[in-house]
């Protein structure tokens, strides 16, 4: 029979181990469904449901405040530990929830990732997208969000359920930058990214721009003059540091370019703030691939015009340089950056005459996945 309240050194060390108790109910009401710090469900938005499958909403409470949804699919039943991915998303402010009946190439593609890679599967919301709560996703730098992504990241290995040493991260578009920035140096089985490259941030903007000249239709003879415009100005931008309008108040000379950069403006560029772009720029994603002690399998589209070929292969040409066999490197034919499929490259830039249908690259994802997580 028990005393309440206990006295002397038996009352010291039930305190001691309330304080333990609480502090580990606190941690789990911020990461596990149903804790006091849960987001509710905005309205109009049906949760997802998979045969076989358990759907969990949960909240990331971040260091800094934000309050994240996490949707957290796995096989029903599992009674054991099971094998997880952790998906990292794209630039744009989307929402990685899906519709019921999937149309666009992403949601098909995370569809069949969901439902076959029989793992449990980690989405993180972007703080102000979607059910999250924090700043608005157009206003998020590089650096925090990263940052959100590897506090997921701690949240999925401390998750009773799953297997610390079977943990797969896959990194698409933007998210295959932050993917080796988040294993690197960790326990991770292995290393997947779409649509992404391990060359700079300035670089990359760069061949964007030369592919999206060509694919316009510019004259031939008017690409190297405005190429050269554009290097200058990109170098000022991204890795000076300045607003594209005081580029142009300092440099008259480049005003035509900005005009030209697609998904530049006044504030930002492709939707999120200078400040993001200044950040990128700053990392060394090859030197974080070397870090990566796992396979790493990078995959990209045959006529993704937002990545260049070479910068991909070269993720796997990092991987084999620690381990030979360990970095793979594929082409997907006739498929765009959205996991459409076109005829041409043209037409993918034109976005014209595309059938959304992400099974060639799924199929070469998945059994590589099964592989690293068996």
Known sequence: MHKWPPSGRKRARMGRLLLVFGALAFVSALLTPGGAAELPRGANRPNESYPGLEVEYGTLQTPTGAQLRTIVTHPEAAGKR???????????????????????GWSKMLRRLITESHALV??????????????????????????????????????????????????????????????????????????????????????????????SGRPAHEIAPAMLAHAEFQFLYLVQGITPAEVVRRRPDLAAVPGSVIGLDASGQYGRPFA???????????????????????????????????????????????????????????????????????????????????????????????????
């Not at 990566?292 to 040409?317: K, M, N």
Request: aromatic share 10%; charged share 25%.
């Open 82 to 104: 099971l094998p997880a991915i952790q998906f990292v998303q794209w630039l744009s402010c989307d929402t990685v929830e899906l519709p019921p009946e999937p149309r666009d």
């Open 122 to 215: 980690l989405r993180t919301e972007k703080s102000g997208v979607g059910d999250s709560r924090g700043p608005d996703c157009g206003a998020l730098d590089y650096e925090t969000e990263l940052a959100h992504h590897r506090f997921a990241f701690e949240q999925l290995r401390a998750r009773a359920d799953v297997d610390p040493q079977r943990i797969v991260v896959f990194g698409a578009s933007m998210g295959s930058t932050m993917a080796p920035l988040i294993a690197r140096h960790q326990p991770v089985r292995g290393v997947a990214t779409w649509g992404g490259g391990a060359r700079t941030w300035y670089e990359r903007q760069l061949a964007f721009d030369r592919r999206a000249m060509e694919l």
């Open 276 to 374: 993001f772009h200044w950040q990128a720029a700053k990392q060394n994603w090859a030197a974080a691939w070397v870090d990566v002690d796992a396979p790493v399998l990078a995959l990209l589209g045959e006529y993704d015009w937002f990545e260049e070929p070479r910068s991909a292969e070269l993720i796997a040409r990092i991987a084999n340089r620690r381990a030979p066999g360990q970095g793979r490197f594929e082409l997907i034919p006739r498929m765009d950056h959205n996991f459409v499929l076109f005829p041409n490259a043209e037409a993918a830039f034109r976005d014209q005459g595309g059938t959304p249908n992400p099974d060639a690259a799924i199929d070469v994802l998945l059994p590589w996945l099964r592989e690293r997580l068996q």
